[in-house]
């Protein structure tokens, strides 16, 4: 099991034993999502044969849907709302779209520990540590996908989701990431069941009362990380 301590006085929990840093990159605009796979993709197989360095790639989508390896069509509630997309990422469906901030993680696991479990929980710990800074406490659940919010008030209680995780490994490199909700129209998400998951909701940063934006999220995110994989260096983007 991973220890989730984030002691910023502490050797990165998931890090290089050569403490090479990851390159980070960052997209303006939206970027489309068929051109974002393939990117990743050739990224991910450069790192493998050694031509490249390992690569965080920030962005956001247009509005639309990604069914992972265990999506089922009925989870598929209206079809013809926005763009649906196969993808070989784990989990079910889920969207992406304006006010989300997905993080694409190319990592090379042979330089990590080679541990899926690990790699998975430190992806986890990575999006809790950034959601700290905001105050907001990320939680995970037994048999839940994802990064979730407890919210309470006098008479009410329920848990929602904040961030996603979904990733691909090829040859021990990572590919796919997480996406963390920071100001998306939420009433997108009705075009699907997300992860499969009919009893909870999805919230964001915003919806929480937090006036986040989209840097602010960015900072948070590269802070969690180093602390989660160790340094960072900011880098083009592939797109």
Request: glycine share 10%.
């Amino acid at each position: 099991m991973l220890d989730r301590s984030l002691n910023s006085a502490a050797a990165p929990l998931l890090g290089r034993p050569d403490g090479a840093p990851v390159e980070w990159a960052t997209s303006t605009g939206r970027t489309p999502y068929p051109e974002a796979v393939a990117a990743m993709e050739a990224r991910a197989a450069d790192i493998a044969e050694g031509r490249a360095a390992e690569l965080v790639w920030l962005l956001e989508h247009p509005p639309l849907y990604t069914a992972g390896v265990s999506a089922k069509a009925a989870d598929l509630l209206a079809p013809d709302r926005f763009p649906v997309f196969e993808s070989e990422r784990g989990g079910q469906f889920t969207y992406h779209g304006p006010g989300q901030r997905v993080a694409y993680v190319m990592l090379d696991l042979r330089e990590r520990g080679r541990d899926v479990r690990a790699f998975v929980e430190a992806l986890e710990t990575w999006v809790i540590g950034a959601l700290a800074a905001f105050n907001v406490e990320g939680h995970i659940r037994p048999g839940r996908v994802g990064v979730w919010v407890e919210r309470k008030a006098p008479g009410f209680a329920r848990e929602d989701k904040i961030a996603a995780v979904g990733v691909k490994l090829r040859k021990w490199v990572s590919f796919h990431g997480v996406s963390l909700n920071v100001e998306p129209d939420l009433g997108h998400f009705a075009g699907i069941v997300p992860c499969g998951i009919t009893e909870h909701g999805v919230t964001s940063l915003v919806d929480l009362g937090l006036p986040a934006t989209m840097d602010d999220a960015d900072a948070a995110l590269k802070a969690s990380f180093t602390r989660v994989f160790g340094a960072a260096v900011d880098a083009p983007a592939p797109l």
